[in-house]
T-cell receptor
Framework: NAGVMQNPRHLVRRRGQEARLRCSPM?????VYWYRQLPEEGLKFMVY????????ESGMPKERFSAEFPKEGPSILRIQQVVRGDSAAYFC???????????FGPGTRLLVL | GENVEQHPSTLSVQEGDSAVIKCTYS??????FPWYKQELGKGPQLIID?????GEKKDQRIAVTLNKTAKHFSLHITETQPEDSAVYFC?????????????FGAGTRLAVHP
């Protein structure tokens, strides 16, 4: 049973470009969570999604950031018009049910030049 | 509000010694407390978790204790080894909008010296 998969593992963008981060949850998991981790800091919750629904986006900036988890395919975290402050590691986690154990992927490290 | 405090932020021990990391949480309704280990360049890995209906759980060299009255829980690692060196995060569940959200502590960087 493959774990949570994220790609790309590393992403370099110039200011103003778009970043697309993908997350495939563990098999059988329909709940996906995105977190951001700045260097030497903890994990900050961004958004929680179930298939085709955003359940909680309270941690995601209102502008430039969006997330989706379509019926088919991976969950996507999209950052438009990236700025240097967006540079961070973005982790995706999945769980079989809400409130159950969350399993993390290896993360995508975004660097904005 | 929702808050998890974790101490210490850094911990240095000699190989073979024990290490203890403590966390406190703000919501008395929290009922799930996982601990994650994050090695450099990797994602957090679940190492042990505990639910509010038990006070202690042990898995080989790792144990977690929970004091619901005081709203704190601790991670205990015995007979530490160099490969235990990593950043450890505690988390607590908070009920939000009908589901349980995990709030993480700021992390503890553990260094085990041979």
């Amino acid at each position: 049973n493959a774990g949570v998969m994220q790609n790309p593992r590393h992403l370099v963008r110039r200011r103003g470009q778009e970043a697309r981060l993908r997350c495939s949850p563990m098999k059988g998991h329909s709940h996906v969570y995105w977190y951001r981790q700045l260097p030497e800091e903890g994990l900050k919750f961004m958004v929680y999604l179930q298939k085709e629904n955003i359940i909680d986006e309270s941690g995601m900036p209102k502008e430039r950031f969006s997330a989706e988890f379509p019926k088919e395919g991976p969950s996507i975290l999209r950052i438009q018009q990236v700025v240097r402050g967006d540079s961070a590691a973005y982790f995706c986690a999945s769980s079989p049910q809400a409130g159950e154990t969350q399993y993390f992927g290896p993360g995508t490290r975004l660097l904005v030049l | 509000g929702e808050n998890v405090e974790q101490h210490p932020s850094t911990l240095s021990v000699q190989e073979g010694d024990s290490a203890v990391i403590k966390c406190t949480y703000s919501d008395s309704a929290s009922n799930y407390f996982p601990w994650y280990k994050q090695e450099l360049g990797k994602g957090p890995q679940l190492i042990i978790d505990i639910r509010s209906n038990v006070g202690e759980k042990k898995d080989q060299r790792i144990a977690v204790t929970l004091n619901k009255t005081a709203k704190h829980f601790s991670l205990h690692i015995t007979e530490t080894q160099p490969e235990d060196s990593a950043v450890y995060f505690c988390a607590a569940s908070f009920s939000s909008g009908g589901y349980n959200k995990l709030i993480f502590g700021a992390g503890t960087r553990l260094a085990v010296h041979p």
